[in-house]
């Protein structure tokens, strides 16, 4: 079984004002920000609150084309008119999700300069790298798995088996 690490309600507000005030200071002021379904959903809520930029979302964890392809190409065009979009997620793990949302919106004729990805909690040795996040994690020491507040009302069954997904990221 996984380490289960809580991330309580404070840190993930603290979390939150904190990517706000880096975005506020690179002076790259997005159109829009992207929950990135389901994880970034809840951060994005809360960091367009922080931020008074309107939100918008897809969902990638669904694997519905109606709810993340075909709103990634449109998405994409938006870049295209000067648009500018930071897509949010709770954690950059493996680099998997921002790996397949900049595949497809490069596909679909994104603008690079005018995306931007933002998360809380960012692994130094994932795939990707983010423009703004709170804290970082090595995944070769840290084994945790993240419990975001919004995930403490699921049963630790079904938390350990998302944990579960993506095996050698917690081995």
Do not use: C
Request: proline share 5%; no cysteine; hydrophobic share 40%.
């Amino acid at each position: 079984m996984p380490t289960l690490t809580p991330v309580e309600q404070a840190e993930f507000l603290t979390a939150v004002h904190y990517v706000a005030a880096r975005v506020k200071e690179s002076g790259w002021e997005p159109t829009f920000i992207i929950g990135v379904g389901r994880g970034g959903l809840t951060p994005a809520v809360y960091l367009s609150h922080a931020t008074n930029i309107p939100m918008l979302s897809v969902d990638y964890s669904s694997n519905v084309p109606d709810f993340a392809a075909e709103l990634l190409v449109k998405l994409a065009k938006r870049t295209q008119t000067g648009e500018r979009l930071l897509f949010v997620d709770d954690i950059n793990d493996s680099g998997g999700t921002i790996t397949h949302l900049r595949t497809e919106l490069a596909s679909a004729g994104a603008v690079a300069e005018n995306i931007r990805f933002g998360v809380l909690i960012d692994n130094t040795i994932s795939a990707e790298r983010v423009d703004y996040r709170f804290r970082t994690i090595d995944r070769s020491q840290n084994k945790d798995w993240f419990v975001f507040p919004w995930e403490k009302v699921s049963t630790v069954d079904k938390i350990v088996e998302d944990s579960e997904v993506v095996p050698e990221r917690l081995a």
